[in-house]
């Protein structure tokens, strides 16, 4: 075959200049807040802790991020650290800022603002079918009948459980959530004459909290603690 009968690919030209550039530029810019959108939609999210309710866990000002994939995946276990919507209520009288323009964006690619307070964070104590009761002659809350005893992570493990006492049975597709610091946690406890009962929605929960990212220095996993409901 003769050099005239070779059929040549080629690339086809890019543009020159600051209009490449720029144009590149848009494309990358464009593609990183759609994966941003569908890795906070789908995959990871982060939230800002705005209470001591969690603590020594987490603390105020602390950056968590959320498996939001997980649950769908694997059952919510007890132990787990979850943020969920608010059931209805439980957020009542709180004050929400509006957000300004670029705290909307950041929100949008999963870095919210201080301002967005509608999400709660606690640790699930009953599963569906469980008989959650507080507290027994050591202090200690009871699931099932046998005393779990949280002292790995409570705020206050010197202290009884719950300075409230209670005795429900968790019903079908709800979870009994409560906060580590028991003392300034408005957790399931304190929303049983409510009409959800204190109760969570299991397909309110956004997802597990699985790493606390900021600030650096306390940076780490989040547990949930298997062996304290063995």
């Excluded at 606690?122 to 569906?128: A, E, H, Q, S, T």
């Excluded at 992570?153 to 005795?167: D, G, K, T, V």
């Excluded at 610091?181 to 699985?210: K, M, T």
């Amino acid at each position: 075959m003769s050099s005239s009968q070779v059929s040549r690919i080629t690339p086809p030209k890019k543009p020159h200049g600051l209009k490449g550039i720029a144009r590149d530029l848009v494309v990358i810019v464009v593609v990183a807040v759609l994966v941003s959108f569908l890795v906070k939609t789908c995959v990871v999210r982060s939230f800002y802790i705005p209470s001591a309710s969690m603590e020594n866990t987490l603390q105020i000002d602390d950056r968590i991020m959320v498996d939001e994939l997980g649950p769908r995946l694997v059952p919510i276990n007890r132990g787990d650290v979850v943020v969920f919507k608010d059931p209805g209520g439980w957020l009542a009288g709180a004050t929400k800022e509006p957000l300004n323009p670029l705290e909307v964006a950041l929100s949008f690619v999963g870095v919210p603002s201080a301002k967005e307070n509608d999400h709660l964070i606690k640790r699930v104590i009953g599963l569906p079918g469980d008989r959650v009761a507080c507290c027994d002659g050591l202090g200690l809350i009871t699931v099932n009948g046998r005393p779990i005893n949280e002292a790995a992570y409570l705020r206050s493990p010197e202290q009884p459980a719950s300075a409230i006492p209670f005795a429900v049975t968790v019903p079908r597709g709800k979870l009994w959530v409560m906060g580590d610091n028991r003392n300034n946690s408005g957790d399931s406890r304190y929303h049983q004459n409510e009409p959800g009962g204190g109760f969570v929605p299991e397909s309110d929960v956004v997802g597990r909290a699985f790493v606390i990212t900021w600030p650096l220095d306390r940076w780490a996993w989040l547990g949930d603690y298997p062996t304290v409901f063995d």
